[in-house]
């Protein structure tokens, strides 16, 4: 669907708005995608904006843009709300509803304005179709704001079931809530903003409500269809190095394990402990492999001096590419992307309740809370 807002004359295709590496992998299945389905000469090739909010994505952007994929590759500069100090007392939680919706009203206008000067010089009024995974993040509030028609995107695979954030934040009163959301009054994200054209997720059986904006895009067609050399620049965009990975996936007659980290809990020590368990619990007798995930930055080498350690940041769906790898076992917390690693015999997700001997359980049941299905039943 085109972006139907009604700004100035659309002078650029596309842009991708991402947040974590993840973000980047699917902007670059979607891109490739219409590269195999549009005739040469009316391809346009789009922009990616990489957000620095929460993501330090190191030197992707500069691997990025030697692969040609996009036309652009750009810093977005996006600021967390805490960066603006005067905005704290509208975010009060009140038990009175009248008082607690006003001061919402308040926070989504003001925070659209002072991320403007960060996302002015952007010009995504000049786009025609605005694709933005996680638009919870400012993003969201300031395309409301300005008025700009976008694609919401999934944030992870099947993310939804373990934290659908827009009811989970919003649960109380949520039916007036959306409603507010829908005249542009306060912003909830995942298909409920005005703004907001539809909802791309991987599969609607695993989201645990319902939003008439969803539209279900699944991911593994998009895998599957990659053509030899779209594999081999999906490879060079995210690894720097592809064969001293391969060199320390090499076959050596071990049978392996691998444990998909999180960084979650945020206690550094809880998590280390996570790790230990599981190897000792899921790992022993095999030749162990961690993978840790782009935003985990436990160095895993001292913690676990005898184990494999995969050396940068990238999704780990990209293994799918390599030809010959083979693990016998994946162990993975809520990790979805296990699912999608076709390269492994057996596959555990222990899910969230795993934590509870960890920390709080109210910490991480999100869904639980909000009254949801639990993620891991």
Not at 63 to 73: E, Y
Not at 187 to 211: A, H, Q
Not at 257 to 275: G, I, M, N, S, W
Not at 349 to 359: I, K, P, Q, T
Request: glycine content about 4%; charged content about 30%; some cysteine.
């Amino acid at each position: 669907m085109k972006n139907q807002g009604k700004n100035k004359k659309k002078t650029k295709s596309r842009i991708y708005v991402c947040h974590t590496f993840y973000h980047v992998y699917v902007s670059i299945l979607k891109e490739m995608k219409l590269v195999r389905e549009t005739k040469p000469s009316q391809y346009h090739k789009a922009d990616i904006a990489l957000s620095s909010i929460s993501t330090n994505f190191e030197n992707l952007g500069e691997r990025l843009a030697k692969t040609g994929i996009f036309h652009k590759v750009i810093a977005l500069d996006e600021k967390r709300e805490d960066f603006f100090p005067e905005l704290a007392k509208y975010r009060k939680n009140y038990r009175n509803l009248f008082r607690h919706m006003i001061n919402r009203i308040i926070f989504t206008k003001k925070l659209a304005r002072c991320e403007e000067p960060y996302m002015a010089p952007m010009g995504f009024a000049d786009y025609r179709d605005i694709y933005v995974f996680c638009d919870s993040d400012p993003i969201g509030y300031y395309l409301n704001y300005k008025h700009i028609f976008y694609h919401a995107v999934e944030d992870g695979l099947d993310c939804l079931k373990n934290l659908d954030d827009a009811y989970v934040a919003n649960h109380g009163h949520f039916r007036l809530k959306t409603w507010f959301s829908r005249l542009n009054l306060i912003f909830i994200m995942n298909g409920w903003g005005k703004y907001c054209l539809d909802m791309e997720i991987n599969d609607r059986s695993k989201v645990p409500t319902d939003c008439p904006r969803f539209v279900e895009v699944p991911r593994k067609p998009l895998e599957q269809a990659l053509t030899p050399p779209q594999k081999k620049l999906m490879i060079q965009a995210f690894i720097e190095d592809a064969d001293k990975l391969m060199e320390q996936l090499k076959p050596t007659g071990e049978e392996i394990a691998c444990f998909l980290t999180e960084p979650h809990p945020v206690d550094v020590e809880a998590r280390k402990r996570v790790c230990l368990d599981v190897i000792e619990q899921y790992c022993k007798g095999y030749k162990v492999l961690i993978k840790p995930h782009p935003r985990d930055m436990i160095d895993y080498k001292e913690l676990c001096p005898q184990a494999v350690v995969l050396r940068g940041r990238f999704p780990v769906e990209v293994m799918n590419f390599f030809e010959g790898l083979h693990i016998k076992r994946a162990v993975s917390i809520v990790t979805t992307a296990l699912n999608n690693m076709d390269f492994v015999d057996e596959k555990i997700n222990l899910g969230a309740s795993f934590w509870d001997a960890y920390e709080d359980p109210e910490k991480h049941a999100y869904n639980k809370k909000a009254g949801l299905a639990l993620a891991d039943k």
